[in-house]
């Protein structure tokens, strides 16, 4: 059972976060290998998976959720990357980034957008 939560949240892993999910992943192996199985098998297998949200609606949420949470802009850039693997466009990114100024305040929203802006020039999306 646990060998397939991994498998199952490796899939999940690559096919959202692609290379930028896996490099976390690796990043943690000399130091805490047990949090990249935890992320990978409870976050991408259990979570991920489950029914009742597409992909795209999970990323939205943790891209708000991130943002939300404040501190969180090194895991911002992979879900950003994330959100555009999975169709959500860079526009739709900055509305849902727009949308959270009256939850959460300027300085939060600012941080998330120019970590967005680094991750669109990236991709030559502007």
Do not use: W
Not at 10 to 32: F, H, P, R, T
Not at 92 to 114: D, S
């Amino acid at each position: 059972m646990e060998n397939t939560r991994f498998m199952q949240g490796m899939e999940q892993l690559k096919a959202i976060d692609g290379k930028g999910g896996e490099n976390v992943i690796s990043s943690l192996e000399n130091i805490a290998p047990d949090l990249g199985k935890f992320i990978v098998e409870f976050a991408f297998g259990d979570i991920y998976t489950r029914q009742g949200l597409t992909t795209a609606e999970r990323e939205l949420i943790t891209l708000s959720s991130l943002l939300t949470t404040g501190g969180c802009e090194p895991q911002l850039e992979v879900h950003i990357n994330g959100a555009l693997n999975v169709g959500i466009t860079h526009e739709r990114i900055i509305e849902i980034f727009l949308q959270c100024i009256p939850y959460t305040g300027f300085p939060k929203v600012l941080n998330a957008v120019f970590v967005a802006k680094k991750v669109f020039m990236e991709r030559e999306l502007m």
